[in-house]
């Protein structure tokens, strides 16, 4: 609790001063604490993304994640509100699980999950819960939405996190990225839980650029006997209809 606070802290001097950038000693100042003791948080914040640093003239100022993470904020309040009617729809619909998906960096974040009738729940992600881009049907749809040179970074970022699930490798998100794109739709089989499958689309906002996806996951023998092409076509029409509340809710 006490680093945590201290961190807290650091961000808060930071943002203090605006676009000015801060030497370590006006940090320490700032906040109270030891030269060494602001240095090791400092570097534990530039690790994460949450602080950024100059080698040229050794100031420090807030980091890019810290963007992700005050977006995620600000639009998912508005995103779940408008979203979870047309979820409880979908899962309602297909009887399925289905995921509304955002984007935090490199990480696909669970931001809303509403469970469908079918006995046998596909519950792979809890709201908040974490992944990298690219594992899961949702985030795979939402990685698949970004250029290439930041997927190309993302994934490398992500090389140690993704060696975790075996299923799954970098040379085989890339080729399912390009089948997701290609279909319009993104499919993932077997991406955590082998009996598991989803289909994700990606929301757009109205500058045509990737907030968030929407996505149904149920057990692979669900989408059996032309049974997912039925699954795409509602998951596209909620991608699609949740687009459409977004741009009226904007003006746009």
Not at 76 to 92: G, M, N
Not at 119 to 127: I, S
Not at 222 to 251: H, K, M, P, S, W
């Amino acid at each position: 609790m006490q680093s945590l606070e201290r961190s807290i802290g650091i961000l808060r001097a930071l943002a203090a001063v605006g676009r000015a950038e801060l030497r370590l000693s006006d940090v320490a100042r700032a906040v109270r604490l030891s030269k060494p003791t602001t240095s090791r948080i400092l570097s534990a914040l530039c690790d994460q993304g949450l602080v950024e640093t100059s080698r040229e003239t050794r100031t420090f100022r807030l980091g890019p994640e810290l963007v992700f993470l005050g977006w995620s904020a600000a639009q998912s309040f508005q995103l779940t509100r408008i979203a979870r009617p047309v979820l409880e729809k979908l899962a309602e619909t297909t009887g399925d699980t289905a995921f509304l998906t955002v984007r935090s960096g490199s990480e696909a974040v669970c931001a809303d999950r509403v469970s469908g009738s079918y006995p046998v729940k596909a519950l792979t992600m809890e709201v908040g819960s974490r992944r990298p881009l690219g594992i899961g049907s949702g985030s795979l749809a939402l990685f698949a939405a970004l250029p290439d040179d930041e997927i190309d970074q993302i994934l490398k970022a992500n090389a140690d996190r993704l060696a975790r699930f075996k299923a799954v490798r970098a040379a085989r998100i890339r080729r399912e990225i390009q089948q997701a794109r290609a279909r319009k739709y993104a499919l993932a089989e077997g991406h955590v839980v082998k009996e598991v499958s989803g289909v994700g689309v990606a929301i757009k906002d109205p500058r045509g650029h990737p907030i968030a996806a929407v996505s149904v996951a149920s057990i692979s023998s669900r989408f059996e006997n032309g049974r997912q092409a039925a699954l795409i076509r509602v998951t596209q029409a909620a991608a699609r209809e949740i687009e459409r509340a977004l741009r009226d809710t904007n003006g746009g």
